[in-house]
């Protein structure tokens, strides 16, 4: 009775402080309108960047929601049991291979490698697919040949970013995949997640949380810190790769339409041309929040500490291959 | 004060289908997304709208909203909250200041048909290439009528700027033009400024008026 009673309490409590939290935002938007705060440039530069950023992502994020739920409800425990049991060797080109042909941005292959890991699939394919899908699909392939002009030279460009990709995707799952643990449901409740319904709206929102609070993080870098220093370090090797590595981080630019950023970037080479191009898909500031929110033991970390060198050293290589 | 869960999903979900539906039908997705990335909000409409049709269908449990769940749904809000809250934003002289790199977005449009065509971006690919100056009969002494936002006002001069998006808002990047003028338009005002072009790729302007902003605030890939 007294477990029941404290049950019902901390329900109710949990239940206004949603309310209230609501309630102060709704607040929070009034004063704001009242005090001629939303006519302040830097809130007005931060919003834009901000709802655009999630504008962006979310179809994508739904999408990726879709192919989840459709995992969860169509394909049987067993077909999943007959995947789980080949060897790695067989999974890991398998998932490389597999990620040519799911032509969607960065933010949806995330909820797909989660259904996928918690149906039992290798960490280090699950992990593979979910960072090489975004960078090596057809249409990325596609914006990207575009974006250099086509011809001989876009075929060059297209294919070096599809090869670093390809490389730093297996890398981060051979030596990631390894620690890699799910958290829960995310907080998304799954009363009803026996249903494509229930999966589809609690896979959506679970990951569209973290894609407002990673596109908050990068508008508030754009907002606050002045892009203009970049050009004074357009030509020196190595930091010109890792400026625009922090460039990508920043931006969160989708992957289906960074090449033609990445392009505009003359004034730097080749190299952090590239390296722009393959980091930004594999862990920029929204996907940073996204990968914390769904994976466990500092996974965001890990991924950035073997992406940003294979980014950096493949580029640097390739650009000398290609000039 | 008890909050059903499944109401709560189909509220958010509903909410961010309105903003993509009215998004598509208002031609405002502009005010985000560059032309190569507008075809987003269609699809984002069709599918959030499918999805709520979807979670509509689903099993009606009942079930109270968890606080983690809420926390969640509610960050989902403010996006949309920031939306209502500046309808009417823009980029302007602070963006300008901030988002500069110095760098130039890598497109190549097509010649402009008359000079009355002439936008920012043309004038600074003239500048860029001598060719391209060439066929669009772009060049110094060349009369232009440009729109554009006062970014920085001098003693004898202001910069005009426009914005070139390519993805969308987040890589806006400032196309600026030094106007010569006595007159004194006040930062982050649309103008229209009309004057020949000078020798080092300004403006020397004959008329310089307010002008509404544009339905189209931003420069983006267009076929022409």
Known sequence: MAAATQSLRTRTVTEDAVGIAFGLLALGAVALHAF???ESPALQTFMLVMVSIVVEALPFILVGALVSAALAVFVSERGFARVAR??????LPCAALGSFA??????????VARRLLARGVRPQ??????LAAPVVNPLVLASTFVAYGGGRRGLEIAGARSGIALVAAIAIGVLVGGTVSLRGSGGASHDHADTFA????GDFLSMGRFIVLGAALAALLQTVVPQSALARVAGTPVVAELALVAVAFALSLCSQANAFVAASLGAFGLGPQLAFLVYGPLADAKLTVLYSGT??????????????PVAVVGSML???VIG | MRIDARLARLTVIGSWAALFVVLWATGASSRYLGARTQWLVPFGAVTLVGALALALRGPRHGARLRAGEGIGLLLLCVPLVGALLVPHAELGAYAASHKSTGFFPAVKPKPPATP???TLLDVKVAQRDDFYALVSHIHRGTRVDLVGIVTHTGADSFSLTRFYITCCIADAQPLTIVVRSRARPQVDEWVRVVGPLTRDWGLAADHVTRVAKPSQPYLSFSPR
């Open chain 1, 318 to 320: 390739a650009a000398r």
């Open chain 1, 125 to 130: 394919a699950a992990l593979t697919f979910m």
């Open chain 1, 198 to 201: 229930g999966h589809l709206t």
């Open chain 2, 116 to 118: 009355r065509d002439v």
């Open chain 1, 102 to 111: 799911f032509p969607v941005c960065d933010c949806g292959t995330v909820p």
């Open chain 1, 36 to 38: 001629h705060l939303d």
């Open chain 1, 295 to 308: 994976f466990r033991r500092l996974f965001a970390l890990r991924v950035i500490a073997v992406a940003a």
């Open chain 1, 86 to 91: 080949l060897p790695l060797a067989v999974q």
